[in-house]
């Protein structure tokens, strides 16, 4: 440390940590306290300029945002402010990432700044903590993060409320690095909490639609039922170890708690639930889709790169813990499937764009827990990692396509729906740009070689399988089961994906008028998607299997195998080291025969042959726009179309049946029967008094008077005598 | 700081300042012309505002009672003025003297007839209050905790809404039933010490068999429990909440409330150690925390009164005190204290809130309301932030109190602690469409388009609120510092009763010989 005194560049840094094989990190808390300040500034900005509509509200001119025609500056300075607090965040990322590259490092590094809850017993400390799978984090977090915020500036630019949005944004991240950082599962629970509240508020950013608001109440709630989980993880946890640091419980687990103990489970099993709730799994799945009445940019950010995969990463790091209790793989597995099979389903049935890529976020974080929940915590980061990409520029892409549909319809007059796919139809030429990304991350996510996606998500298939056929493995048959589920799923993924780019981009346009007006967005937005194409070809080769190495799956060896396995060893190795123990080696064949280079190989043709099929298909089918449309016909497509009813099922189940018990203690227990009670006892006690009146003059108030001025004059009267000697 | 005070001899007078302060001031509003009341009362209760923060400093927390000092009141009982400050006491004290000055300044506005007698039970309240928390002295704390019931009972009888004679009375009857019991058992104590003393400590010394701390118990946690309020006796609450005016709404959910789960703190544990260990308590008094918590968070839900809805959420907060305190651990009652403090802070400002939009819009039903964040960004924030605090939100006071609660009981009473954690999502189920259909939504209501924001008056009362709130939620340390030797003190004193509770034989009524440690001083 002491040789980088004065001015140094980053790289200088990064060459004495090399040199040292010491590592600090650099800045760690302003990579937090960035976002936190550019809250404030927007914040601050964002008051301002909702004062100032709010006095024109009152004065009773009409809803237009800018009367002047330009924008003030509360409405330009967030451009500046919101990216570029993100951009400083990343690079200051980025050096601490070289140095950690440079640096030999087993054990997270932990930075204590003060105490937050001290009590008798329990000693909770606002830390934060790098190691390499939060820097992994933290990478996408404010890598991703600065992208979308600079589409924003595109995205948002004639909406009123711009400074707020930012300021939300920004909160968001910040809370998002206290998730990913913090260094126990108390600093944890914070980040989850607060970035639960950013959603909250950002779904319902345009809360003058009933809708809206009630989108992002549904998901605070949701997500309120796993923080239970959550919780009462924490209280076990805190019993079992007299800590809620992740060093000191990971460090005891093994010896601390039984392998496939009761404990365990619960614990791990109560994580999960927190899991499933911010990571929208089934049956807490419910509040994502609806997310999407955010702005699209959230959805990109929150409701698909980053704060969904945040049950992802509580699961992976609490990989030993997992590790230790077999059970809860095996329903974390379980419940990751279903759910991934579940909203692929759902997806190929809806007509709005934003809700197929909500239902396929669904799916592919599901694909994250089959991993996590098969001991494969890398393929489940690694997909974590590439679906950030991807799913970001499909939202992005989607974001650009919505941005023109909703001006050109929104010039001619047209009052359809501008998210509808049935009123979209031929935007290729339209948009070249986007049509080009969008069918890029359309190949990722459908599992076509080389893209990001297929290296991800055929490493986590393939784990399923290899631990399916480990000797020892109380689940075997199970595992095979996921493993099938999760090949369907992959395949409907392809049809469903494909299925968008068709009815959005191919055909005749069915804009109507407005279809004239429909063009490319502007750089400010297409840039970032061109950035995140690059990522979402390339991301996927930081982690090529071994198996692929040798061959030209393997990209011709150019670049190191197993890049980020070997790099997340440090967190995951003792995880992996307890599943050997436990489960035996994985195997090296699948369950119908066949190694890790065949599946490779099928799953990519496959999915590719799907891809082809069903564009070769559905280019065929005419569409027709949405007002001319009767819907899905038949009981499985209504059934698919309408989410699988669970919406209707939990409101008639659970909020119904609460609302209408809620009612019923107010009205009855209490306003019936405790309050009967006591009015009867007064009315019994007026009928004595009644009698008694007959010897007293009735003034309370005189009384009550008296006996406080009596009071008053005995006490002072008893001091001032005390007082003197 | 602390040579400072001493230099003015802080110590010698300070408690005395804020018993007697208020009373002083109550008299210069009364001698004033009317116009001047409300200011004449700010400026009295600001000033001890202010006079009192120097506690902060000088309360050293590692010496148990501090600041003690007595004098003969009435002789032949032994009963004194005997005043004094622990770690405990030291909170709620300056949540008295904090809340007051913004109550008053939140009523500049909403009190429009017979102000000055308004402003001076106002201060006699505090008075009242501060008395309750520094009394060391049984019958002195008695006459305090009645003395709060009489200007309570005006300020809703008077300047209450339409139903205001019936809250008063309800208010009234109901706590004065509870208190009568605690008289009682005051004097069984008395007499039973024979101590022919009401000081603090000589109950401490007092010998009672297991069965005669059951009964006491069960007499003073009636008192304390209708004061909490505790399930089922919380219906007075609502009525007196919604009825009062706001400043009135604001000191008794901030303050008066406050003095029941102190009771419970400062007297029950320490009076009847093995009574608050006894199975059969424990589990009545864990299930009513437990019910108070669920129960009063589903009835808030549908009310349509937003003034009637925050007040059940006092139960359901109350509800939290109850299950840390009855935990019996660190962490429990420092959680308790904790959500005593926060719901102070938080719940006030809901109560401040509802004023403002009392005073705007002349109505208090949610329906009435919608789309208010458009026309009053200002107050929409604080607002939201007011609200999230209230259900506990990571970063805000109202986390860190409940999840010390939650985690203090889980230690020993998992199952009531997994049902209380219930709440946190009840918590959003109350308040997430309150607070929806009030700021959001359409701004449908022609009415609300000339909505106004807040003013500077209104912004200088928030403001130290909502900063009070995010600091307690952030670095609650100094709070929890200094609340934390007197919570154990409390803690050993049960302990020291639970090695001779072990080997109680199973009648009632046994002498606990030996069980209860030394008086502390």
Same mark, same amino acid.
């Given at each position: 440390m002491t040789a980088v005194a004065g001015p140094a560049t980053p790289f200088a840094l990064v060459r004495s940590f090399q040199e040292s094989g010491q590592w600090e990190p650099v800045l760690l808390w302003l990579i937090v306290l960035l976002p936190l300040l550019g809250f404030a500034i927007n914040g601050v900005l964002a008051l301002r300029a909702a004062g100032r509509s709010a006095a024109a509200l009152r004065a009773g001119h009409a809803d237009e945002p800018f009367p002047g025609g330009a924008r003030p500056w509360t409405h330009t300075l967030p451009s500046w402010v919101g990216p570029g607090v993100m951009l400083v965040a990343f690079v200051l990322a980025l050096v601490n990432f070289a140095g950690l590259w440079g640096a030999d490092l087993h054990e997270p590094v932990v930075r204590r700044y003060w105490s937050w809850i001290a009590t008798g017993t329990l000693r909770i400390d606002a830390a934060l903590q790098l190691d390499h799978l939060s820097m992994v984090m933290l990478l996408v977090v404010t890598g991703v993060g600065f992208l979308i915020h600079v589409f924003s500036v595109g995205y948002m630019k004639d909406d009123p409320g711009y400074p707020r949005y930012f300021a939300y944004l920004n909160l968001f991240v910040f809370f998002m690095l206290v998730l990913v950082l913090g260094a126990g599962y108390a600093m944890m629970f914070v980040g989850w909490e607060g970035v639960g509240l950013c959603s909250y508020l950002l779904i319902g950013y345009w809360f003058r639609d009933r809708e809206k608001s009630d989108a992002g109440k549904k998901a605070f709630i949701v997500n309120r039922i796993g923080d239970f989980g959550f919780l009462l993880a924490m209280f076990l946890l805190f019993r079992g170890f007299g800590t809620l640091d992740f060093v000191p419980i990971f460090a005891g687990a093994e010896s601390e708690l039984v392998y496939g103990g009761f404990g365990v489970t619960v614990i791990t099993l109560l994580l999960f639930l927190g899991a499933v709730g911010k990571s929208a799994q089934v049956p807490l799945h419910v509040w994502l889709p609806d997310a999407?009445?955010?702005p699209t940019p959230v959805s990109a950010l929150i409701h698909a790169a980053t704060m969904v995969t945040a049950g992802v990463y509580l699961v992976a790091r609490s990989s030993v813990l997992y590790a230790l209790a077999p059970t809860s793989q095996a329903v974390v597995a379980g419940i990751g499937v279903v759910t991934a099979l579940f909203a692929a389903t759902v997806a190929l049935k809806q007509y709005d764009i934003k809700k197929v890529l909500a239902y396929s976020t669904v799916s592919q974080l599901g694909f994250m827990f089959l991993g996590a929940g098969v001991g494969a915590f890398t393929a489940s980061v690694f997909h974590l990692v590439t679906h950030a990409f991807f799913k970001a520029l499909l939202f992005l892409g989607a974001g650009a396509v919505i941005h023109s549909m909703h001006q050109a319809l929104h010039h001619s007059k047209d009052d359809r729906d501008?998210?509808?796919?049935?009123?979209?139809?031929?935007?290729k030429k339209r948009m070249p740009v986007t049509w080009a990304v969008m069918g890029i991350a359309t190949l990722a996510i459908a599992g076509v070689?080389?893209?990001a996606g297929f290296f991800s998500k055929d490493e986590i298939i393939w784990y399923t399988a290899a631990w399916a056929g480990a000797e020892s493995n109380p689940y075997r048959g199970l595992y095979t089961l996921y493993w099938g589920a999760a090949l369907a799923t992959a395949l409907l993924t392809a049809f469903y994906m494909a299925r968008l780019m068709i009815m959005t981009f191919h055909g005749a346009s069915r804009a109507g008028e407005g279809g004239k007006r429909l063009r490319e967005a502007p750089p400010v937005m297409t840039v970032p998607l061109l950035i995140l194409a690059f990522l979402t070809v390339a991301g996927g080769w930081i982690n090529v299997p071994d198996a692929l190495q040798g061959s030209f799956m393997g990209l011709f060896g150019f670049l190191p195998g197993e890049w980020l396995h070997h790099w997340l060893e440090p967190v995951t190795a003792a995880a992996k080291e307890i599943q050997v123990s436990g489960f035996g080696e994985p195997a090296h064949i699948a369950p119908l025969g066949g190694g890790e280079f065949f599946w490779a190989l099928v799953s990519t043709a496959a999915a590719l042959a799907v891809v082809l099929a069903a564009t070769a298909v559905l280019r065929r089918r005419a569409y027709v726009s949405a007002d001319k449309d009767a819907g899905p016909r038949g009981r499985l497509a209504l059934a698919l179309y309408n989410k699988w009813y669970f919406d209707e099922f939990y409101d008639r189940c659970i909020v119904r049946p609460l609302l209408a018990g809620s009612r019923w203690c107010w009205k009855v227990i209490d306003t019936v029967i405790i309050d009967g009670i006591v009015n009867f006892a007064g009315n019994f006690t007026r009928l004595a008094g009644w009698i008694t009146s007959f010897f007293q003059t009735g003034q309370v108030n005189t009384y009550a008077f008296v006996f406080t001025l009596g009071v008053l004059f005995v006490l002072g009267a008893t001091v001032f005598r005390g007082l003197m000697p | 700081m602390t040579d400072l005070l001493n230099s003015f001899g802080y110590e010698a007078w300070i408690l005395h300042a804020l018993v007697w302060g208020p009373v002083a001031g109550m008299l210069h509003v009364l001698a004033a012309p009317k116009d001047r009341a409300k200011h004449i009362a700010f400026r009295w209760s600001a000033v001890l505002f202010v006079v009192s923060l120097g506690l902060w400093w000088a309360f050293d927390p590692s010496g148990g009672f501090a600041f003690r000092s007595s004098v003969p009141w009435i002789r032949s009982w032994g009963a004194e003025y005997a005043l004094g400050l622990d770690g405990i006491s030291l909170f709620m004290v300056l949540l008295t003297t904090f809340m007051t000055p913004i109550a008053i300044l939140g009523s500049f506005k909403y009190v429009q007839s017979r102000r000055r007698a308004f402003y001076a039970l106002m201060l006699l309240l505090e008075t009242g209050v501060v008395g309750v928390f520094l009394s060391m002295d049984l019958l002195l704390f008695y006459v305090f905790f009645e003395l709060t019931l009489v200007p309570m009972y005006f300020i809703v009888g008077i300047w209450g809404g339409t139903r205001r004679i019936y809250a008063a009375v309800k208010f009234f009857i109901y706590t004065a039933v509870g208190s009568l019991l605690m008289l009682v058992a005051i004097l069984y104590i008395y007499f039973s010490s024979g101590a022919d003393s009401f000081a603090y400590d000589a109950f401490l010394a007092a010998d009672l068999t297991l069965t005669e701390q059951l009964w006491l118990f069960a007499a003073f946690a009636l008192a304390f429990g209708i004061k909490v309020p505790v399930f089922p006796f919380h219906t007075w609450l609502p009525d007196a909440h919604v009825e009062a005016p706001t400043p009135g709404s604001v000191i008794l959910a901030a303050v008066l409330l406050k003095m029941g789960a102190y009771g419970f703190l400062r007297l029950l544990l320490p009076f009847f150690p093995h009574a608050v260990q006894h199975p059969t308590v424990v589990t009545v008094m864990m299930t009513l925390g437990v019910v108070g918590i669920i129960y009063a968070a589903w009835v808030a839900a549908v009310q349509p009164d937003a003034k009637k809805l925050v007040a059940y959420t006092s139960v359901a907060h109350m509800g939290f005190v109850v299950i840390g305190v009855f935990a019996l651990t660190v962490n429990g009652l420092q959680g308790g204290l904790v959500v005593m403090i926060s719901h102070g802070v938080s719940t006030g400002t809901l109560f401040l809130l509802l004023g403002m939009m009392y005073e705007r819009r002349k109505t208090r039903l949610i329906q009435d309301f919608g789309g208010i964040a458009r026309v009053a960004p200002f107050f929409a924030t604080a607002f939201v932030i007011t609200a999230l605090a209230s259900i506990g939100l990571?970063? =805000?006071s109202g986390f860190v109190g409940e999840f010390l609660a939650l985690l203090g009981a889980f230690e020993t009473h998992a199952t009531a602690a997994v049902i209380a954690a219930l709440g946190v999502i009840f918590a959003a189920y109350y308040m997430l469409p309150m607070v929806q259909r009030i700021l959001f939504n359409e701004l449908s209501e022609p009415e609300n388009r000339t909505f106004p924001d807040l003013s500077r008056r209104e912004k200088v009362i928030l403001t130290p609120l909502v900063a009070l709130m995010i600091w307690i939620g952030v670095h609650p340390t100094p709070f929890l510092d200094r609340m934390g030797p007197s919570v154990d003190r409390v803690l050993e004193r049960v302990e020291g009763a639970r090695t001779g509770f072990a080997s109680l =034989?199973?009648?009632?009524?046994v002498r606990l010989e030996g069980s209860i440690p030394e008086s502390e001083d």
């Amino acid at each position: 440390m002491t040789a980088v005194a004065g001015p140094a560049t980053p790289f200088a840094l990064v060459r004495s940590f090399q040199e040292s094989g010491q590592w600090e990190p650099v800045l760690l808390w302003l990579i937090v306290l960035l976002p936190l300040l550019g809250f404030a500034i927007n914040g601050v900005l964002a008051l301002r300029a909702a004062g100032r509509s709010a006095a024109a509200l009152r004065a009773g001119h009409a809803d237009e945002p800018f009367p002047g025609g330009a924008r003030p500056w509360t409405h330009t300075l967030p451009s500046w402010v919101g990216p570029g607090v993100m951009l400083v965040a990343f690079v200051l990322a980025l050096v601490n990432f070289a140095g950690l590259w440079g640096a030999d490092l087993h054990e997270p590094v932990v930075r204590r700044y003060w105490s937050w809850i001290a009590t008798g017993t329990l000693r909770i400390d606002a830390a934060l903590q790098l190691d390499h799978l939060s820097m992994v984090m933290l990478l996408v977090v404010t890598g991703v993060g600065f992208l979308i915020h600079v589409f924003s500036v595109g995205y948002m630019k004639d909406d009123p409320g711009y400074p707020r949005y930012f300021a939300y944004l920004n909160l968001f991240v910040f809370f998002m690095l206290v998730l990913v950082l913090g260094a126990g599962y108390a600093m944890m629970f914070v980040g989850w909490e607060g970035v639960g509240l950013c959603s909250y508020l950002l779904i319902g950013y345009w809360f003058r639609d009933r809708e809206k608001s009630d989108a992002g109440k549904k998901a605070f709630i949701v997500n309120r039922i796993g923080d239970f989980g959550f919780l009462l993880a924490m209280f076990l946890l805190f019993r079992g170890f007299g800590t809620l640091d992740f060093v000191p419980i990971f460090a005891g687990a093994e010896s601390e708690l039984v392998y496939g103990g009761f404990g365990v489970t619960v614990i791990t099993l109560l994580l999960f639930l927190g899991a499933v709730g911010k990571s929208a799994q089934v049956p807490l799945h419910v509040w994502l889709p609806d997310a999407m009445a955010g702005p699209t940019p959230v959805s990109a950010l929150i409701h698909a790169a980053t704060m969904v995969t945040a049950g992802v990463y509580l699961v992976a790091r609490s990989s030993v813990l997992y590790a230790l209790a077999p059970t809860s793989q095996a329903v974390v597995a379980g419940i990751g499937v279903v759910t991934a099979l579940f909203a692929a389903t759902v997806a190929l049935k809806q007509y709005d764009i934003k809700k197929v890529l909500a239902y396929s976020t669904v799916s592919q974080l599901g694909f994250m827990f089959l991993g996590a929940g098969v001991g494969a915590f890398t393929a489940s980061v690694f997909h974590l990692v590439t679906h950030a990409f991807f799913k970001a520029l499909l939202f992005l892409g989607a974001g650009a396509v919505i941005h023109s549909m909703h001006q050109a319809l929104h010039h001619s007059k047209d009052d359809r729906d501008p998210q509808d796919m049935r009123n979209m139809g031929g935007l290729k030429k339209r948009m070249p740009v986007t049509w080009a990304v969008m069918g890029i991350a359309t190949l990722a996510i459908a599992g076509v070689w080389p893209f990001a996606g297929f290296f991800s998500k055929d490493e986590i298939i393939w784990y399923t399988a290899a631990w399916a056929g480990a000797e020892s493995n109380p689940y075997r048959g199970l595992y095979t089961l996921y493993w099938g589920a999760a090949l369907a799923t992959a395949l409907l993924t392809a049809f469903y994906m494909a299925r968008l780019m068709i009815m959005t981009f191919h055909g005749a346009s069915r804009a109507g008028e407005g279809g004239k007006r429909l063009r490319e967005a502007p750089p400010v937005m297409t840039v970032p998607l061109l950035i995140l194409a690059f990522l979402t070809v390339a991301g996927g080769w930081i982690n090529v299997p071994d198996a692929l190495q040798g061959s030209f799956m393997g990209l011709f060896g150019f670049l190191p195998g197993e890049w980020l396995h070997h790099w997340l060893e440090p967190v995951t190795a003792a995880a992996k080291e307890i599943q050997v123990s436990g489960f035996g080696e994985p195997a090296h064949i699948a369950p119908l025969g066949g190694g890790e280079f065949f599946w490779a190989l099928v799953s990519t043709a496959a999915a590719l042959a799907v891809v082809l099929a069903a564009t070769a298909v559905l280019r065929r089918r005419a569409y027709v726009s949405a007002d001319k449309d009767a819907g899905p016909r038949g009981r499985l497509a209504l059934a698919l179309y309408n989410k699988w009813y669970f919406d209707e099922f939990y409101d008639r189940c659970i909020v119904r049946p609460l609302l209408a018990g809620s009612r019923w203690c107010w009205k009855v227990i209490d306003t019936v029967i405790i309050d009967g009670i006591v009015n009867f006892a007064g009315n019994f006690t007026r009928l004595a008094g009644w009698i008694t009146s007959f010897f007293q003059t009735g003034q309370v108030n005189t009384y009550a008077f008296v006996f406080t001025l009596g009071v008053l004059f005995v006490l002072g009267a008893t001091v001032f005598r005390g007082l003197m000697p | 700081m602390t040579d400072l005070l001493n230099s003015f001899g802080y110590e010698a007078w300070i408690l005395h300042a804020l018993v007697w302060g208020p009373v002083a001031g109550m008299l210069h509003v009364l001698a004033a012309p009317k116009d001047r009341a409300k200011h004449i009362a700010f400026r009295w209760s600001a000033v001890l505002f202010v006079v009192s923060l120097g506690l902060w400093w000088a309360f050293d927390p590692s010496g148990g009672f501090a600041f003690r000092s007595s004098v003969p009141w009435i002789r032949s009982w032994g009963a004194e003025y005997a005043l004094g400050l622990d770690g405990i006491s030291l909170f709620m004290v300056l949540l008295t003297t904090f809340m007051t000055p913004i109550a008053i300044l939140g009523s500049f506005k909403y009190v429009q007839s017979r102000r000055r007698a308004f402003y001076a039970l106002m201060l006699l309240l505090e008075t009242g209050v501060v008395g309750v928390f520094l009394s060391m002295d049984l019958l002195l704390f008695y006459v305090f905790f009645e003395l709060t019931l009489v200007p309570m009972y005006f300020i809703v009888g008077i300047w209450g809404g339409t139903r205001r004679i019936y809250a008063a009375v309800k208010f009234f009857i109901y706590t004065a039933v509870g208190s009568l019991l605690m008289l009682v058992a005051i004097l069984y104590i008395y007499f039973s010490s024979g101590a022919d003393s009401f000081a603090y400590d000589a109950f401490l010394a007092a010998d009672l068999t297991l069965t005669e701390q059951l009964w006491l118990f069960a007499a003073f946690a009636l008192a304390f429990g209708i004061k909490v309020p505790v399930f089922p006796f919380h219906t007075w609450l609502p009525d007196a909440h919604v009825e009062a005016p706001t400043p009135g709404s604001v000191i008794l959910a901030a303050v008066l409330l406050k003095m029941g789960a102190y009771g419970f703190l400062r007297l029950l544990l320490p009076f009847f150690p093995h009574a608050v260990q006894h199975p059969t308590v424990v589990t009545v008094m864990m299930t009513l925390g437990v019910v108070g918590i669920i129960y009063a968070a589903w009835v808030a839900a549908v009310q349509p009164d937003a003034k009637k809805l925050v007040a059940y959420t006092s139960v359901a907060h109350m509800g939290f005190v109850v299950i840390g305190v009855f935990a019996l651990t660190v962490n429990g009652l420092q959680g308790g204290l904790v959500v005593m403090i926060s719901h102070g802070v938080s719940t006030g400002t809901l109560f401040l809130l509802l004023g403002m939009m009392y005073e705007r819009r002349k109505t208090r039903l949610i329906q009435d309301f919608g789309g208010i964040a458009r026309v009053a960004p200002f107050f929409a924030t604080a607002f939201v932030i007011t609200a999230l605090a209230s259900i506990g939100l990571p970063g =805000t006071s109202g986390f860190v109190g409940e999840f010390l609660a939650l985690l203090g009981a889980f230690e020993t009473h998992a199952t009531a602690a997994v049902i209380a954690a219930l709440g946190v999502i009840f918590a959003a189920y109350y308040m997430l469409p309150m607070v929806q259909r009030i700021l959001f939504n359409e701004l449908s209501e022609p009415e609300n388009r000339t909505f106004p924001d807040l003013s500077r008056r209104e912004k200088v009362i928030l403001t130290p609120l909502v900063a009070l709130m995010i600091w307690i939620g952030v670095h609650p340390t100094p709070f929890l510092d200094r609340m934390g030797p007197s919570v154990d003190r409390v803690l050993e004193r049960v302990e020291g009763a639970r090695t001779g509770f072990a080997s109680l =034989t199973p009648e009632l009524g046994v002498r606990l010989e030996g069980s209860i440690p030394e008086s502390e001083d």
